[in-house]
C-alpha cells in the first residue's frame, strides 16, 4: 500500500471511492458522517420507546421491579461492562489506525473489537440460559417467588409484575443483543475489506461510521446496566 | 329531533347546553373567517387577474401584518382554550352529592348497576334532575360510554374505574352508543338511556324482581338482546325457540342432543360448544355476565315456551327490545 | 420492453433520465432519483387506488342503517385495510416519496439525493411492507383498525395482527430512510450559492417533513415490536391483567402517529407555496415565517400527541396541557394560510389547473383546520371525539389537504416528469369533480358527528340515514374526479404537447433543466445568485389558462 503520499490525491476529485453525485471527497465524507449522526439519532429513538415503557412500569410497581432486578448477576452484568468499555476504546484505536494508513494495525483491532463483541453475547448466553433455568423467562412457564428485600424487610411481589419486568428486561437486552450483533457482522466486512487494503488517509469513512455505530451501542448498554441491574442495591 | 334528517341532536342534561353554546361560537367564528379568506382569495384573484402588460408588483412581506395575523387568531384561540377548558373541568368534577351506577362493559354490551340492586343490560333508566355519577370498568377491551344527547363521553378501560356524571333535564329515550372499537358487534354495543320524571322512576324502581321465575326470564331475554336473534316471526341468526325444548338438535357436527335444561344453560355460558346445524357461532358467551338466578329465570323461560298454555307469554315475546339493532342480518 | 434497439437519431434526442435504459433492470436496480419517484409514482397510486376501493366498500355498506352488505367482521377488516393501507402506504409516503425524490435534488441543484442506493432501498423497503401488507389482506385481513389499540389488538383480536405489524414495521424504515436522505441531502448537497433563505419552500416544507419521519417513526416501530412481542408471547405490556397500562400504548402510538399527520400535510404545504407563487408570478408574501411556520410545526407537533386522548381519562392538567399546546399549532398553519392569501395581493394571477387545486386546498385545509380547534377545546372535544366529526375533520385535511396538493403538484411538475403537456380542459374539469365531490362527501359527515353517530359503526340507528346517502353519493362524484387525471395522464404521455423546460414561466432551478431533465440533471453544476421565487425577473406566460 502506498497510502503514505495519497493525501494529497485522495482530496483531488478523481479517488477511486467516489461516487458520482459528489463534488469531492470531503463532501462524501460529510455526507456520510451527518447520515450516520442521524440514523444514530433515529437509534436513540427507538430505544427511547422501551425506555419510557421501562421507567413508566418501574414507577407503578417498584417493589416487584427491585425484586427481580435483585435476580440478576450484577457481576455477569459489570463483566459485560468493562468488556463493552474496552472495545469502545479498540474502535477509536482502529479509527486512528485507519487514519495513520496502518493497515495491520487496523486489522488488528478491528478483530479484537469483534472478538470483545462476542464475548460480551456469549455472556449475554449464558445469563439467558440462568434465566431459563430460574424460570424467569416470561410466559407459561414464567414463575417468581421471591420477595423484596428491603433493607431486612421482605415484601412480597405479584409474580404478574416480576413478568413486566422480566420482559422488559429481555426486549431491551434482546434489542440491545440484536445490534451487538449487526455490530460484530459489520466489523467482521470492514476487517476483511480493510486486509485487501480497501481504506486509506483518504477513505475510511466506513471505519468511523461504524464506530459510531459501536459507541452508540455502548452506551446504550451504559444505560441499561444500572436500569436494570442495579434497582435498590444501595445496601 | 327530526327522525328523518336529524341536524342536531336532543338536549338533555344540564351540559349539553353549554357544549351547545361554545359549540356553536366555534362555528360562528370559523364560519367569519373561512367566509373571510373565501373572499379574499375570490375577490384578490379575480381583481389581479392575469391581464397582458400588467406585471405584477413585488412585495416582500410585512412584519406588522404577520404579528397581527399571528396574534389576533391566538387571541381568539385562547378564548375557545378556556371556555372548552371551564366546560371540561364541569365534566370532569362531579358534585358530592351524586347517586352513583356501576357500569361493566364487555364485549358487546353495556350490564348496568344500580345501587338500589336493579340491573339492567344495554338500558339505563336514571330520574330527572338528580346527579348521577357512571362508575365503569371493562372486562375485556376499550370501550367509551357515550351519550349524544347528554354531549358526554368517557372511555371505559379495563384493569380500572373511570367516572363520568350528569344531570338529566328532559324525560325521553336517548342513544345510549359505545364509541371505542371494540370489535365484532362495536355498533351492535349500542343501547338507551330512558330518563324518568322522579315518581315514573321511582315507581321502576320499585318493580323489583318481584315478577314469577318465566316473566323474569322472559325480560332478561328481551334485555340481554336474546331476542334480537333467536326470534319468533322470522329466522333470526340463532335458532327459534319457540317449543323447541324437550326436543332433539341436531347440531353441526353431526351429533343429535336432547334440548334439556343442562344443554340451554350450557348454550348461554359455552354457546360454541354445541352449534344447532345451520347456524353460525356468532353468539356471544354470557360467562359471567348472566348470574346462576338469572340463568335459572331464563331456562325456565325457554321451557315455558314449549307448554301450548303459555301462549300468552309467547305473545308477549314477540316485541322486539325495542333497540336500534334489532335488524335482521342474511 | 422490446425496445433494445435505440432510433439512431442522437443529435434530435438527448438522452433523459426516461430514455436513459429500457430493460425492467434499468428500473429495478436505478439508483436514478428520477427514476425511482417514478417507482413510486406507480406503486403509492396502485395503494391509493386499493385503499379508496375500500373506501367505496365503507361508503356503500353505510349506505343502508343495516349491516346488509356484509358482514360485520368484514366490515371491520374494510375499514381497518382502508386506514392502514391509505395512511402508511399512500398519505405518508405519497408527496416526499414521490415529488420529493424527484424535486429535492432538482431544485437545490444536485446531480441525485445524498444515498442514492439508501433511496432504492427505501423503496424495495415500501414494496416488501406493501406486499407484506396485500398479504395480510388476501389472508382474511386485520380487524383493529389502524389504530391498533391494546388490548384488544395483543388480546382479543383473532385476525393477523402481528403480520400487519411487521408491515407497518418495515414501511416505517423506508420512510425513516427517505427523511434521513433528504436532511443529509439538505445540508451537503446544495448548489454553491444556494443558502438556506434561498431555498424553495417546498425544500423547507420537506425538511420539516423528513426531521419528523427521523424523530417519531422509530418510536412506532418499536411499539409495534412492543405489540407483536405481547401478542406472541401473552406478556403483559400493555395488558392491565398482567399488570401494564392500556394507554400506554395509546401514548406511544399517538407519540409518533400525530406527528405523522404533520408528515402528510407539510409536505403539500410546500407544494402549495410553489403554486402561489408560480401563478401569482410573485415572490411569496413574508418568505422567512412561511419558512419557520414549517419547523414550527414539525416541532411543536411532537408536544400534542395526548389530545387524541381527552376522554381516555388522562389527568385533568395534561389535559389542559395538551389542549393548550394544540391550540399553539394553530398558529403556523394559520399563519401559512393567511401568507398564501396575501401573496395574491398584486400578483398576476393565472387560473391554470394547479391553481385551482391551491385554491381548493386553502379552501379545504381552512375548514379542516378550524374544525381542528373544535376538537382542541376540551368541553366539545368529549362530545364530538371518535364520531363522524372527527372523521371528517381528519378527511378534510387529509384528503383535502394532502391530496389536493399532491394532485395540485402532479399537475404543476406533470411536464417536468413526463415532457409532455396533459389537457388543460379535462384537467379543470376533474379539479372541479374533486372539488365538489369531497366536499358533498364529508360536509354532511360533521352534522352527523355532532348529532352522535360513533366513527367505525357497521349499522347505524335510522334517522342517520339521509346524511350517508349524501355522503356515499359524494364519494362516487369524487371517485370520478381522482380516475379522470389517471386518463389523461396516460393519454398525455404520447399524445400531450411537448412542454419544454419551462412551460409555466416558473422560477426554481427545476425549471432550468430539460423537461424531462437529463439524468444528472444539470449539465453543468448550476450557481445560485439570485434569491428565491425572483419572479419580478422573469416574463408572466400569457397565454395559459388566463382569463382575460
Redesign the interface.
Known amino acids: 500500500m502506498s497510502d503514505s503520499h495519497a493525501t494529497a490525491v485522495d482530496t483531488a476529485e478523481s479517488h477511486p471511492q467516489l461516487?458520482?453525485?459528489f463534488?469531492n471527497m470531503e463532501?462524501q465524507k460529510?455526507?456520510a458522517s451527518?447520515?450516520m449522526w442521524?440514523?444514530l439519532?433515529?437509534?436513540i429513538?427507538?430505544?427511547?420507546?422501551?425506555f419510557?415503557?421501562y421507567l413508566?412500569?418501574r414507577l407503578?410497581?417498584f417493589n416487584?421491579f427491585a425484586a427481580a432486578s435483585q435476580q440478576l448477576d450484577i457481576k455477569w452484568g459489570a463483566f459485560n461492562t468493562a468488556v463493552l468499555l474496552v472495545s469502545s476504546v479498540t474502535v477509536v484505536l482502529a479509527v486512528r489506525a485507519a487514519q495513520d494508513g496502518n493497515r495491520k494495525q487496523l486489522v488488528g483491532y478491528l478483530v479484537i473489537t469483534v472478538l470483545l463483541g462476542l464475548t460480551f453475547l456469549g455472556v449475554k448466553a449464558i445469563e439467558y440460559k440462568e434465566k431459563f433455568e430460574k424460570h424467569h423467562v416470561?410466559?407459561?412457564t414464567f414463575a417468581f417467588t421471591n420477595t423484596f428485600d428491603d433493607n431486612g424487610k421482605q415484601i412480597p411481589v405479584?409474580p404478574?409484575?416480576a413478568?413486566?419486568f422480566f420482559?422488559?428486561y429481555f426486549?431491551m437486552t434482546g434489542?440491545h443483543a440484536l445490534h451487538m450483533i449487526i455490530g460484530c457482522g459489520l466489523f467482521s466486512v470492514l476487517a476483511v475489506l480493510a486486509w485487501k487494503g480497501h481504506y486509506s488517509p483518504g477513505y475510511y469513512t466506513p471505519i468511523e461510521n461504524a464506530g459510531l455505530y459501536w459507541h452508540l451501542v455502548d452506551i446504550i448498554w451504559i444505560y441499561l446496566f444500572p436500569l436494570l441491574y442495579l434497582i435498590s442495591r444501595h445496601s | 329531533m327530526s327522525k328523518f334528517l336529524p341536524l342536531w341532536p336532543d338536549r338533555a342534561s344540564t351540559i349539553a347546553g353549554q357544549v351547545d353554546a361554545l359549540y356553536i361560537y366555534l362555528v360562528l367564528v370559523s364560519a367569519v373567517m373561512t367566509l373571510l379568506i373565501f373572499v379574499a382569495v375570490a375577490v384578490l384573484a379575480i381583481k389581479y387577474r392575469r391581464r397582458p402588460g400588467v406585471l405584477p408588483h413585488p412585495i416582500e412581506g410585512s412584519p406588522i401584518l404577520e404579528i397581527g395575523w399571528s396574534v389576533i387568531p391566538f387571541g381568539v384561540m385562547l378564548t375557545f382554550f378556556i371556555w372548552g377548558a371551564v366546560i371540561y373541568f364541569k365534566e370532569r368534577t362531579p358534585p358530592t352529592s351524586s347517586t352513583e351506577v356501576y357500569v361493566v362493559a364487555k364485549q358487546w354490551m353495556w350490564k348496568i348497576e344500580h345501587m338500589e340492586g336493579q340491573r339492567e343490560i344495554n338500558e339505563l333508566h336514571v330520574p330527572v334532575g338528580q346527579n348521577v355519577k357512571m362508575v365503569m370498568t371493562s372486562q375485556d377491551v376499550i370501550h367509551s360510554f357515550f351519550i349524544p344527547a347528554f354531549r358526554l363521553k368517557q372511555d371505559v378501560i379495563p384493569g380500572r374505574y373511570t367516572t363520568l356524571w350528569f344531570n338529566a333535564t328532559t324525560p325521553g329515550v336517548y342513544h345510549l352508543f359505545c364509541a371505542e372499537y371494540c370489535g365484532t358487534s362495536h355498533s351492535g354495543m349500542i343501547g338507551n338511556v330512558v330518563v324518568m320524571s322522579p315518581q315514573d322512576y321511582s315507581q321502576w324502581m320499585a318493580g323489583g324482581p318481584s315478577a314469577p321465575l318465566p316473566e323474569q326470564g322472559k325480560q332478561l331475554f328481551a334485555s340481554l338482546g336474546c331476542s334480537t336473534c333467536h326470534r319468533f316471526d322470522i329466522q333470526g341468526r340463532g335458532p327459534n325457540l319457540q317449543s323447541a325444548f324437550g326436543k332433539p338438535v341436531l347440531l353441526e357436527d353431526g351429533r343429535t342432543v336432547t334440548m334439556d335444561e343442562n344443554y340451554v344453560r350450557e348454550s348461554i355460558l359455552n354457546p360454541t360448544a354445541k352449534i344447532v346445524s345451520g347456524f353460525k357461532p356468532v353468539m356471544p358467551t354470557f360467562q359471567g355476565l348472566v348470574s346462576d338466578e338469572q340463568l335459572n329465570a331464563l331456562v325456565a323461560y325457554v321451557k315455558s315456551l314449549a307448554q301450548p298454555a303459555s301462549g300468552t307469554l309467547n305473545q308477549a315475546a314477540v316485541a322486539p327490545a325495542g333497540q336500534p339493532q334489532s335488524k335482521q342480518v342474511q | 420492453m422490446a425496445t433494445t434497439v435505440i432510433p439512431a437519431q442522437p443529435i434530435s434526442r438527448p438522452t433523459n433520465y426516461l430514455t436513459n435504459g429500457f430493460t425492467l433492470k434499468s428500473w429495478l436496480l436505478t439508483t436514478d432519483h428520477k427514476r425511482i419517484a417514478i417507482l413510486y409514482l406507480i406503486s403509492v397510486t396502485l395503494f391509493f387506488f386499493l385503499g379508496g376501493f375500500f373506501a367505496m366498500l365503507i361508503r356503500l355498506e353505510l349506505l343502508t342503517p343495516q349491516g346488509d352488505l356484509m358482514h360485520a367482521d368484514s366490515y371491520n377488516k374494510v375499514f381497518t385495510a382502508h386506514g392502514m393501507i391509505m395512511v402508511f402506504f399512500f398519505l405518508i409516503p405519497v408527496v416526499p416519496a414521490i415529488l420529493g425524490n424527484f424535486l429535492v435534488p432538482l431544485m437545490i441543484g444536485a446531480k441525485d439525493l445524498a444515498f442514492p442506493r439508501i433511496n432504492l432501498l427505501s423503496w424495495y423497503l415500501y414494496i416488501v411492507a406493501g406486499g407484506i401488507m396485500i398479504h395480510v389482506l388476501l389472508n382474511g385481513g386485520v380487524d383493529t383498525g389502524w389504530t391498533l389499540y391494546s388490548p384488544f389488538s395483543t388480546q382479543f383480536s383473532n385476525t393477523n395482527v402481528i403480520e400487519a405489524g411487521i408491515a407497518i414495521f418495515i414501511v416505517g424504515f423506508s420512510s425513516i430512510f427517505t427523511g434521513l436522505n433528504f436532511i443529509v441531502t439538505v445540508h451537503r448537497m446544495r448548489a454553491p450559492g444556494l443558502t438556506w433563505s434561498r431555498l424553495p419552500l417546498f425544500i423547507w416544507a420537506q425538511y420539516a417533513t423528513s426531521l419528523i419521519m427521523i424523530l417519531g417513526t422509530p418510536v412506532i416501530a418499536i411499539t409495534t415490536v412492543m405489540l407483536a412481542v405481547e401478542r406472541l408471547f401473552h406478556l403483559g405490556i400493555f395488558d392491565p391483567k398482567l399488570g401494564g397500562d392500556p394507554l400506554l400504548f395509546q401514548h406511544l402510538f399517538w407519540f409518533y402517529s400525530h406527528p405523522a399527520v404533520y408528515i402528510m400535510i407539510l409536505p403539500s404545504m410546500g407544494v402549495i407555496s410553489e403554486l402561489i407563487t408560480c401563478f401569482s408570478h410573485k415572490r411569496v408574501f413574508g418568505y422567512k415565517i412561511v419558512a419557520l411556520s414549517s419547523i414550527a410545526i414539525a416541532v411543536i407537533g411532537f408536544l400534542v400527541w395526548a389530545h387524541h386522548m381527552f376522554v381516555t381519562g388522562i389527568s385533568l392538567y395534561a389535559a389542559l396541557i395538551f389542549s393548550f399546546i394544540t391550540f399553539f399549532v394553530g398558529v403556523p398553519s394559520a399563519i401559512k394560510v393567511f401568507n398564501w392569501t396575501a401573496t395574491l395581493y398584486r400578483g398576476s394571477i393565472s387560473f391554470a389547473t394547479p391553481m385551482l387545486y391551491a385554491f381548493g386546498f386553502i379552501g379545504l385545509f381552512t375548514i379542516g383546520g378550524l374544525t381542528g380547534l373544535f376538537l382542541a377545546s376540551l368541553g366539545v372535544d368529549v362530545h364530538v371525539t371518535d364520531t363522524y366529526f372527527v372523521v371528517s375533520h381528519f378527511h378534510y385535511v387529509m384528503v383535502g389537504g394532502v391530496v389536493m396538493g399532491y394532485l395540485g403538484g402532479m399537475h404543476f411538475w406533470w411536464p417536468k416528469i413526463s415532457g409532455r403537456m396533459y389537457p388543460e380542459g379535462w384537467a379543470k374539469l376533474s379539479a372541479l369533480f374533486v372539488f365538489v365531490g369531497f366536499n358533498l362527501t364529508f360536509f354532511p359527515q360533521f352534522v352527523l358527528g355532532y348529532v352522535g353517530m360513533p366513527r367505525r359503526y357497521w349499522q347505524y340507528p335510522p334517522e342517520f340515514q339521509v346524511l350517508n346517502v349524501l355522503s356515499t353519493a359524494g364519494a362516487s362524484v369524487l371517485a370520478v374526479g381522482y380516475l379522470l387525471p389517471m386518463v389523461y395522464f396516460a393519454w398525455s404521455l404520447r399524445y400531450g404537447p411537448i412542454a419544454g423546460p419551462n412551460p409555466w414561466n416558473a422560477a426554481g432551478l427545476e425549471w432550468k433543466t430539460a423537461s424531462p431533465p437529463p439524468t444528472f440533471n444539470f449539465d453543468e453544476t448550476p450557481v445560485v445568485t439570485w434569491e428565491a421565487y425572483n419572479y419580478d425577473e422573469i416574463e408572466p406566460k400569457l397565454e395559459d389558462g388566463g382569463i382575460r
Open positions: 461516487r458520482h453525485h463534488a463532501q460529510n455526507t451527518l447520515g442521524l440514523f439519532v433515529t437509534e429513538m427507538f430505544f427511547g420507546g422501551l419510557c415503557a413508566i412500569y407503578m410497581h416487584a416470561p410466559g407459561p405479584n404478574k409484575e413478568e413486566l420482559s422488559l426486549a434489542m
